[in-house]
């Protein structure tokens, strides 16, 4: 079709810069095609993560220019082909080399939530009943494929470099799974408040904006779960009766 | 050998998709110390893109359903080339494993009576895949992940093993390369669990992602263990084939089993005109009846042939489209579109039943499959083949060294029956962890000498020596030349003399992988990465294609030109494959063991 310009990053931890490639261009190609392309003719060492190159694995989020995406689900034709095409890690995370960067705070985060705890088994064989309305909240959020394309636009991570204080909306999405799960029996409020940061989230919905799969992250998780959090701890008339009759934490589950 | 990492552990579990997490879930809840080593970020593997679901025999939407029909389908399904006894375990333990799934916080769509909701899929008698929406293995692989973290289990990203390390005839380790840095691992184990999945990157047209190079089959057969089946690749009936970009990106079978039907550039519903004898009364002999079926509005209504099994699906459209009866871009149409003429509101059910799909086909191919037909061709998607392992224990011929879920064969002989591979993972992944558990508290540690290690160091480094002759596009190249000759001489339909072809032409590309160099450094570097999986890709290559040459009749997923028939001769044995004294790749025919009483009249009652 066309030989289009591609500025890559390149580099390491220490230094890099953009470097220029030719690639042929035909129908129907994504973006990850041409980084392909790219690394099998010109540059047998360039660094990039894939894997399904179906939306289905968020392993090769990048950004084109500018923009934090999916290189695999980023088709050529819907850009504008006359000028070169950026394509650079995400920044919210340390470089590790050209394309890849260093996501470990993501393992981090999820390790620090406390895991699923269900109730008792409704049935003898050790099986539950639940009514598929039931589960629809939860599954909306099970869809995420941990692209991390949220964390990587979230300002309190990628401006205020907060990975120590925030986990993220990535994990809040987690959290509200794991909360509005009709089984489980856990409370993680008390954390989200105190070491997961969700005060620290303003609700710009810019996670929800470049979300993949198409999760509404701000409107369904995290401001449910702000919601949630100001309930247990910032209620005047709960703190009153709490103080009066030295009620343990209510739960707050549903 | 200050540039090595070596960490010890009681079992090393190589892989970490649905079997290798389940197997680490197991061995560490066995008390034993645990590593688990992954070539990609974990929750990235393979069994992520699986989308209709697991089969297991629950009967929360059939009652008739049991473990018994489960079995007798899933023999019948793989032309009786099965172990039976693996097929038997599989088929009674799958329930509690799915139910397990749900206690470590799976969510999967339920019945109206709130139980976990069952699908039809092909070969399968009744409704019996868990599963959510076509998002399943995600689904799968999440919840063993989101519970494995908390399980005590080392986990070690980005690492490739390049070799198994044995002391005496046991399996004593292995070592690998770390991608981030390109440093060396040595892990020392008293038993190690291979669970690294398939071989599709041998072939160009692949539902599979570059990790799928056949590495824990060339690690095993190296280190001494068996392959078996190797001729039975599976060709996924439904892959995407426009635009090329994304030819072979999979197109999941839930579509049919969703009502979804197949039609040539006729219009025609082809799959009407050509069923097999042994299921001739179990298919649907109109499409009102067909459609009876999916809706499960009518129990005795039979299956529609869309639901056939892959292998003769896939002949089919292959047929359609050589007969000339082609979509535009060589495939056949795949329309579900077309319930709206049976149910209100078709367009938000598709999206609810099939929202990957939808997706997939909208941002990709521009089509909206709630409106119109996707177009559809075969893709290479699964080995039936592998590591041949015991039945009860998993274990491989090597002493310690286990195998579970893809690489490992035997559940489905001749040809795997969709949803019958994500519940393979978990069922014998369990297995394979539990016995691995075991082996490792009974056996004490075995030495690995030094010199083993050094020279897996060399094997490693040598693509990176600059003075040897660069090959215009590197691995790369050699790796597109492979899977362009897996392709068109070792596919779909087969004759002799285009495999003998490729056994020699393996052997020349084998030459050119000893030489190929990769530029730059060992600091995160494909077209090294590239070089060193050459090895296992090739090696598998021919495996598949020595057994494929052998097996001169046409069963399950091997179909040969020149022997169009089953031959009943070769319903008895399984080839196997072993290195031999000298390197080479030795094929014997071994007799499939008589299957007890009990079991051939399951089977009688299932006919």
């Not at chain 2, 393979?46 to 009652?63: F, K, Q, S, Y």
Request: glycine fraction near 8%; include cysteine; charge should be negative.
């Amino acid at each position: 079709m066309a030989m289009v310009n591609f500025k890559v990053w390149r580099g390491d931890k220490i230094a890099g810069d953009f470097q220029e490639y030719q690639t042929d261009v035909t129908e129907g190609m994504v973006v990850l095609d041409a980084v392909h392309q790219i690394q099998a003719e010109s540059a047998n060492d360039l660094a990039c993560r894939w894997n399904c190159k179906a939306g289905k694995c968020g392993s090769c989020s990048a950004e084109v220019n500018g923009m934090p995406r999916l290189m695999c689900m980023t088709r050529l034709n819907d850009m504008d082909l006359s000028k070169s095409i950026t394509i650079e890690p995400m920044r919210a995370f340390p470089p590790i080399k050209d394309l890849v960067s260093d996501v470990s705070h993501n393992y981090r985060a999820k390790q620090k939530i406390k895991p699923f705890q269900p109730r008792k088994p409704d049935n003898a064989d050790g099986s539950w009943n639940m009514q598929q309305q039931d589960v629809e909240r939860v599954q909306e959020f099970r869809k995420c494929i941990e692209c991390y394309l949220c964390q990587d636009v979230c300002h309190v991570l990628r401006d205020h470099h907060k990975h120590d204080e925030f986990v993220g909306p990535r994990f809040f999405v987690y959290v509200a799974a794991l909360e509005m799960h009709p089984l489980d029996e856990a409370d993680r409020l008390h954390e989200l408040k105190e070491t997961q940061g969700i005060g620290f989230c303003n609700i710009t919905k810019c996670c929800t904006k470049v979300c993949p799969e198409h999760i509404t992250i701000t409107d369904n998780a995290i401001i449910p779960l702000k919601e949630r959090v100001a309930d247990e701890f910032y209620d005047p008339v709960k703190k009153v009766i709490r103080r009066l009759f030295g009620l343990s934490k209510p739960n707050n589950k549903s | 050998m200050s540039d090595v990492e070596t960490l010890e552990y009681d079992v090393l579990v190589i892989g970490a998709g649905g079997a290798g997490l389940r197997a680490a879930i197991e061995a560490s809840g066995a008390g034993v110390s645990v590593g688990l080593v992954c070539k990609s970020l974990l929750g990235k593997a393979h069994t992520v893109m699986a989308e209709g679901g697991l089969a297991a025999a629950m009967a929360n939407v059939d009652e008739r359903d049991s473990w018994r029909t489960h079995f007798a389908d899933t023999m019948r399904g793989g032309y009786y080339l099965n172990n039976w006894r693996m097929a038997q375990i599989h088929a009674q333990q799958a329930p509690d494993r799915v139910r397990e799934l749900e206690a470590w916080g799976a969510v999967f769509d339920r019945t109206e009576a709130g139980k976990i909701n069952q699908r039809n899929f092909g070969g399968h008698a009744h409704p019996r895949l868990a599963h959510v929406g076509d998002r399943t293995g995600l689904e799968m692989i999440r919840t063993l992940q989101d519970h494995g973290i908390h399980q005590g289990i080392d986990v070690h990203m980005e690492c490739t093993v390049t070799h198994l390390l044995k002391g005496g005839e046991r399996v004593a380790g292995a070592f690998g390369y770390a991608r981030e840095l390109g440093k060396f691992m040595v892990f020392k184990a008293k038993a190690v669990v291979l669970a690294t999945g398939g071989i599709g990157r041998a072939y160009k047209v692949t539902s599979n992602s570059w990790e799928y190079t056949g590495d824990g089959q060339t690690l095993a057969y190296d280190a001494g263990a068996e392959l078996i089946d190797m001729e039975f690749v599976q060709f996924h009936p439904t892959g995407m084939v426009w635009p090329p970009s994304v030819r072979g990106i999979l197109v999941t079978e839930g579509v049919r089993g969703e009502g979804g039907i197949l039609k040539n550039s006729l219009g025609d519903r082809f799959m009407f005109r050509d069923i097999p004898d042994n299921y001739k009364s179990s298919t649907a002999d109109t499409p009102e009846e067909g459609w009876r079926y999916v809706t499960k509005s009518d129990i005795n209504a039979r299956r529609p042939p869309e639901l056939l099994t892959r292998d003769h699906v896939a002949r089919c459209i292959r047929r359609e489209v050589r007969e000339g009866r082609g979509s535009p871009h060589g495939g056949a149409f795949l329309d579900i579109a077309w319930i709206k003429e049976k149910i209100p509101n078709a367009q938000e059910h598709i999206k609810k039943k099939l929202p990957s799909m939808y997706h997939q086909f909208k941002e990709l191919a521009g089509i909206d499959i709630t409106k119109e037909p996707m177009e559809v061709g075969p893709t290479t998607h699964y080995v039936m083949g592998g590591i041949r392992v015991d039945g009860e224990t998993q274990m491989t011929a090597v002493p310690g060294l286990y195998a579970a879920g893809e690489c490992a064969a035997g559940l489905h002989g001749a040809n795997r029956l969709g949803g019958n591979s994500l519940s393979d993972l978990i069922v014998f992944g369990k297995l394979a962890g539990e016995h691995a558990a075991e082996f490792a508290k009974q056996n004490a540690a075995v030495t690995v000498s030094n010199e083993q290690i050094l020279q897996a160091q060399r094997d490693a480094l040598s693509p990176l020596d600059s003075s040897r002759a660069t090959l215009v596009g590197g691995a790369y190249q050699v790796q597109y030349e492979l899977q362009e000759l897996m392709q068109d001489k070792v596919g779909i339909v087969r004759t002799e003399a285009e495999i003998m072809e490729a056994i020699d032409t393996i052997q020349i590309l084998k030459e050119k992988a000893k030489s190929v160099s990769a530029p730059g450094n060992r600091q995160y570097n494909p077209g090294w990465h590239t070089a060193l999986d050459l090895r296992n890709l090739l090696t598998v290559s021919e495996a598949v294609a020595q057994a494929a040459v052998r097996r001169k009749e046409s069963r399950g997923a091997h179909t040969r030109d020149d022997f169009p028939e089953k031959d009943d001769e070769y319903s008895a044995f399984n080839f196997v494959l072993r290195k031999g004294p000298d390197g080479e790749m030795q094929v014997t025919e071994e007799l499939i063991p008589e299957m007890p009483h009990e079991l051939q009249q399951i089977i009688e009652d299932h006919k």
